[in-house]
């Protein structure tokens, strides 16, 4: 399995801000993901983000609100843009293996305020 | 549309009590089934991957079968620090589906 880290672990922010979370695997993975778990709630897919492609996104969630960077294999940036207080919750980055299991990160807590 | 439903929401027991935790699926395609256990404020752990009705994994005191509908998490005579959320999440022709979940506390 991979070790993945994520940054920020937590961020309070300011309504009409953006937020970029950075996530760091320490393999080279083909696949990474984007989750976001609001309280009390499932796992939410929010787009799949291959290296050299531009992201895949799931229905209800769309570029010009959570832009997507994968610059390498082991490297992947989420923004999260124009927060409001419905954005509070825990974003998590995952990788796959070729088994479709994944692994996951710590999560990044975000509290829009 | 790919569906995921866990029960119970959350099971008390005490210490020895041995349990087991359900996850009904509806998915086309079955490519495997997940549990994982998530801490509170940590990211899912990944604990087993179940491919075909049928098959059964172990480890320590959780043992995780499958059916063609439904899997199951036995925790045989738990202890207290094995007290988290636990997650069922199915990989079909659609992306990976989770379920909500079953919060487990475990009593000394």
């Known amino acids: 399995s991979a070790v993945i880290s994520q940054k920020p672990s937590r961020d309070i922010c300011q309504r009409g801000t953006s937020l970029t979370i950075q996530c760091q695997v320490d393999?080279?993975?083909?696949?990474m993901f984007w989750y976001r778990q609001q309280p009390g709630q499932s796992l939410t897919l929010i787009a799949t983000?291959?290296?050299?492609?531009?992201?895949?996104?799931e229905s209800g969630f769309v570029i010009d609100k959570f832009p997507i960077s994968r610059p390498n294999l082991t490297f992947s940036t989420l923004t999260v843009s124009n927060m409001s207080p419905e954005d509070s919750s825990i974003y998590l980055c995952?990788?796959?293996?070729?088994?479709?299991?994944?692994?996951f990160g710590p999560g990044t807590r975000l509290t829009v305020t | 549309e790919d569906q995921v439903t866990q029960s119970p929401e959350a099971l008390r027991l005490q210490e020895g009590e041995s349990s087991s935790l359900n996850c009904s699926y509806t998915?086309?395609?079955?490519?495997?089934l997940f549990w994982y256990r998530q801490d509170p404020g940590k990211g899912p752990e990944f604990l087993f991957t179940?491919?075909?009705a049928g098959e059964e994994k172990e480890k320590e005191r959780l043992k995780a079968t499958l059916t063609k509908k439904e899997s199951f998490l036995h925790i045989t005579a738990p202890k207290p620090e094995d007290s988290a959320t636990y997650l069922c999440?199915?990989?079909?022709?659609?992306?990976?589906?989770f379920g909500k979940g079953t919060r487990l506390s475990v009593i000394a």
């Open positions: 995952s990788v796959s293996t070729s088994t479709y299991e994944q692994y």
């Open positions: 393999s080279q993975v083909t696949m």
């Open positions: 983000a291959n290296q050299g492609s531009e992201a895949t996104y």
């Open positions: 998915v086309s395609g079955l490519r495997g």
């Open positions: 179940l491919y075909s």
């Open positions: 999440a199915a990989a079909g022709n659609t992306p990976l589906v």
